[in-house]
């Protein structure tokens, strides 16, 4: 079982207060590269079942000729980090934890694969698009479901988020900061932009940003928000993410 290539990375001092914070809390929890491993193989294990159990469903389909008339997805609600900068868990904006599969089989499509990034908000619109059926009007998204169709549609940016809650990992006391320092900063929110040319920004009201070009350094291994060569592309992603926020109004104040 092979692990992340970044599993033994360590964060420098520019990377968020609470990414180092969890990466030291996993490293003191896991122990080495076996504990990691071990993690892995069994939730690939159960990945695994899933992938059997999809099987099972499908071919129930096609049993009782109901496959010509089905839509059938695959998604999932997060990704885990699995081992990534020595990292499980949802919590981080890095691509393992907020990438999630989105698989659409439906009748009459053509085989076809959309590396673009997609949101999640755009779920439901799109069922019910392809269903023939308009949007509710709760409906935040927008549909694409030409996209299913293999009829292309413009490139847009996505938008992801993290709010603090309850089932925060409580971290007492570390050499990295101080107590209030570490309470201050597990209490940070962050709002993340992807763009369609690979750029994802992430800004936070507590805690320090990132910016990730993500076709040259696709294991995120490099901030670029803090070396001073990227500014036109950090204010460009920066109205984005405050435009988004307008639009939706959310009322989290992000620095940048």
């Known amino acids: 079982m092979p692990l992340d290539p970044t599993v033994d990375n360590v964060f420098d001092e520019d990377l968020p207060l609470r990414s180092r914070l969890l990466q030291e809390y996993y490293r003191n929890r896991i122990g080495n590269r076996d504990g990691y491993r071990q993690i892995k193989q069994k939730y690939f294990g159960l990945i695994t079942e899933i992938d059997r159990s999809i099987g099972v469903i499908l071919a129930k389909l096609e049993d009782l000729g109901l496959a010509d008339r089905t839509i059938t997805v695959l998604t999932s609600d997060q990704g885990d980090t699995m081992g990534a900068h020595g990292i499980l868990g949802k919590q981080l904006m890095f691509e393992p934890s907020a990438s999630v599969p989105l698989v659409i089989r439906a009748p009459g499509q053509m085989p076809g694969r959309y590396s673009n990034p997609v949101s999640q908000i755009d779920f439901v619109p799109t069922i019910l698009d392809l269903c023939g059926k308009p949007p509710h009007g709760q409906c935040a998204g927008q549909s694409k479901a030409n996209l299913v169709r293999g ?63 993500l076709h040259e350094d696709p294991e995120e291994r490099r901030n670029l928000y803090y070396a001073g060569d990227h500014r036109d592309t950090i204010a460009t992603l920066t109205r984005e993410v405050h435009q988004w926020q307008r639009r939706v109004r959310d009322r989290v104040k992000v620095l940048g």
Do not use: H, M
């Open 151 to 213: 009829e292309g549609a413009p490139t847009e940016s996505v938008f992801l988020q993290w709010s603090p809650g309850k089932d925060e990992i409580e971290i007492g006391t570390s050499a990295l900061a101080s107590k209030q320092e570490i309470q201050n900063c597990l209490r940070e929110s962050t709002r993340t932009v992807a763009s369609p040319d690979g750029w994802k920004l992430s800004l936070r009201d507590r805690d320090k940003n990132e910016l990730y070009n």
